[in-house]
T-cell receptor
Framework: DQQVKQNSPSLSVQEGRISILNCDYT??????FLWYKKYPAEGPTFLISISSIKDKNEDGRFTVFLNKSAKHLSLHIVPSQPGDSAVYFC????????????FGTGTSLTVIP | GAVVSQHPSRVICKSGTSVKIECRSL??????MFWYRQFPKKSLMLMATSNEGSKATYEQGVEKDKFLINHASLTLSTLTVTSAHPEDSSFYICSARVSIYPPYNEQFFGPGTRLTVL
């Protein structure tokens, strides 16, 4: 059963605009969430994370928002750049149990120049 | 820091043969490494957790006799796909948990290995 879901398989955004990628989870025990970026035939690279004690974490152009009551998190990229085109995975874990990461199915972002 | 390498990046083998994939942490020691498998347009599925000096912990549905994992040192874990069949063709990715670099307790991923079994 997929505990972490990304319902949008793809997203296209104009360069300079905001990209919003969404992720939903079902396990209320998850307390640590991450976003990874992946290019074809490469391993994922870490982007940004957020602990459940926060509802927002910002790092440069990337901001992650967490809504625990809705079991929903989102990644905002602003302004979007063509180099941001990649597949984005969200992941969730229960931090104190050893950090098994549960990944979503990914959203392919295309930033149009 | 926190660089993870995998070798080979791509391998093609005949059905029935065994293939070994190496995962190395280049600039840090990783007590825990993870092995994932990714099918096309699918999520990363955790196969097993590899702890240095002890037996790997396999996820439900993963055959431990088929996917042999050895974590012999703090910088090297290997995954051996034994008697490979075409259905084992996939993209295999390892990750290593870093506990000394922020964000602490993070996993850093290798570039992956594309296995094709003919």
């Amino acid at each position: 059963d997929q505990q972490v879901k990304q319902n949008s398989p793809s997203l296209s955004v104009q360069e300079g605009r905001i990209s919003i990628l969404n992720c939903d989870y079902t396990n209320s025990m998850f307390d640590y969430f991450l976003w990874y970026k992946k290019y074809p035939a490469e391993g994922p690279t870490f982007l940004i994370s957020i602990s459940s004690i926060k509802d927002k974490n910002e790092d440069g152009r990337f901001t992650v928002f967490l809504n625990k009551s809705a079991k929903h998190l989102s990644l905002h990229i602003v302004p979007s750049q063509p180099g941001d085109s990649a597949v984005y995975f969200c992941a969730a874990s229960v931090k104190h149990t050893g950090n098994q990461f549960y990944f979503g199915t990914g959203t392919s972002l295309t930033v149009i120049p | 820091g926190a660089v993870v390498s995998q070798h080979p990046s791509r391998v093609i083998c005949k059905s029935g043969t065994s293939v070994k994939i190496e995962c190395r942490s280049l600039d840090f020691q990783a007590t825990t490494m993870f092995w994932y498998r990714q099918f096309p347009k699918k999520s990363l599925m955790l196969m097993a957790t590899s702890n240095e000096g002890s037996k790997a912990t396999y996820e439900q549905g993963v055959e431990k006799d088929k996917f042999l994992i050895n974590h012999a040192s703090l910088t090297l874990s290997t995954l051996t796909v034994t008697s490979a069949h075409p259905e084992d063709s996939s993209f295999y990715i390892c990750s290593a948990r870093v506990s000394i670099y922020p964000p602490y307790n993070e996993q850093f991923f290798g570039p992956g290995t594309r296995l094709t079994v003919l």
